[in-house]
């Protein structure tokens, strides 16, 4: 999670490992409640295309990998759970 660089201070929230998945809030409360919304709609988007969510590395895997290294010393990181959906 990353504090926006504009006046109202708001959120966001980023998936390393899931491209355009994102969200936020005006708070971090916020932003935690919105991000599983954001993370069950692209699940939901990859079901219907027939694809299967790629496994999510571990904090270790993601501090080894140079393209978001950096980000991970600055940003909040906060584990988000895909919400059990009824069948």
């Known amino acids: 999670m990353w504090p926006s660089a504009g006046s ?9 490992d899931l491209p355009g998945c994102s969200s936020g809030g005006d708070d971090i409360d916020k932003a935690l409640r919105n991000a599983p919304e954001a993370l069950e709609i692209y699940a939901e988007s990859f079901e219907e295309d027939g ?3 790629p496994r999510p590395r571990t904090l270790s895997e993601m501090k080894s990998d140079p393209a ?4 991970l010393k600055s940003y909040i990181v906060a584990l988000i759970e895909l919400p059990a959906r009824a069948e």
């Open 8 to 16: 109202d201070h708001a959120v966001g929230v980023w998936f390393p």
């Open 68 to 71: 978001i290294a950096d980000d």
């Open 51 to 53: 694809k299967a969510l």
